[in-house]
């Protein structure tokens, strides 16, 4: 088996893992350190809970007002707005706004000035639904750079991103659900985020109507990039069945799992990836884990 290094850092409310295979250790971990430092840059952008951050500034705003952005705080909301009318406003980086707000704050980008106005109410951004995935496909572009294809990027319990298969593995082992997931998958140059309710409770908004998502059970998605998955995964927890089925019959390179019967069943045009057995990583439903910070692999 390919030898993997594996690095931890907590950023975003989260634990993240930098997984590195087929590379010396001592050039692996300066690659990891990369990465990491990237991490924490975004989230000084990203990051609501940060005085000085895009978002933070962005949600004091009023209507007509426009504010130049940092280009990675550009580039993800650019990637939202995508995801908000993909998936017909199930998701939407405003949801958390109705919980203060009788209605969605609207906005646009303006993409020559990398700006965004305020059109209407307050631009209450929470980016949890799609930062750490965008996070994710910013380290991923990193670690090529560097010349490490071979990896494996995990936010938290609820996203995963995959290059190469470590070694001659036809990509990295991951399964649906928690330590003793059954139904495994082999990744490779592809996403998977989970969604549910099992750890934090009923905590996902309906952006449409400002209620709770009815969705119990658990969602999966696998996409090319995390943004994606990560949205989507979101946004399964509020679409219908109808709407789901609409939804992937227009975006090929779309799977969802559907949790039934403590059994993910597929859902959408996207080839299934190849069963897998051996346990290298398992991908659960949090959207945020706490555990403590370590850089060292």
């Keep these: 088996m390919a030898e993997i290094h594996s690095f931890n850092h907590r950023a975003m409310a989260t634990r993240f893992e930098v997984r590195i295979a087929d590379e010396e250790r001592t050039y692996a971990a ?23 951050s895009d978002v933070a500034q962005i949600a004091e705003l009023v209507p007509g007002d426009t504010m130049r952005l940092s280009e990675s705080a550009f580039a993800c909301l650019e990637i939202a707005k995508k995801m908000e009318a993909a998936t017909r406003r199930a998701f939407s980086a405003t949801a958390a706004a109705l919980e203060t707000q009788a209605a969605a704050p609207e906005w646009s980008l303006l993409p020559e000035e990398l700006s965004i ?6 631009l209450q951004f929470d980016l949890g639904a799609i930062g750490k995935g965008f996070a994710l496909d910013r380290m991923a572009v990193l670690l090529r750079e560097w010349d490490c294809p071979a990896f494996l990027l995990v936010a938290g319990g609820s996203s995963i991103l995959a290059g190469a298969g470590p070694g001659d593995a036809p990509g990295w082992s991951c399964g649906l659900g928690g330590d003793n997931a059954t139904q495994r998958v082999f990744l490779a140059h592809e996403s998977l ?9 009923n905590h996902i908004l309906d952006p449409r109507t400002g209620r709770l998502a009815q969705r119990q059970n658990r969602a999966w ?9 990560d949205a989507l995964s979101t946004a399964c927890m509020v679409l219908s069945e109808a709407e789901l089925n609409e939804v992937l019959a227009e975006h090929l390179s779309w799977l969802v799992f559907l949790e039934s019967d403590g059994v993910a069943q ?27 910070r370590n850089t060292s692999g």
Aim: charged share 25%; proline share 7%; glycine share 8%.
């Design 193 to 201: 985020s989970g969604s549910g309710l099992a750890v934090k409770g």
């Design 221 to 229: 998605a696998l996409t090319d990039t995390a943004a994606e998955s």
């Design 117 to 122: 106005r305020c059109e209407s109410g307050r």
């Design 30 to 52: 300066q690659a990891a350190q990369a990465v990491l430092e990237l991490l924490d840059e975004l989230e000084s952008r990203l990051s609501r809970f940060r005085a000085h």
């Design 266 to 292: 597929p859902k959408g045009s996207r080839a299934l990836p190849p069963a897998a057995g051996i346990h290298l990583c398992d991908i659960t439903d949090p959207k945020t884990v706490n555990r403590p």
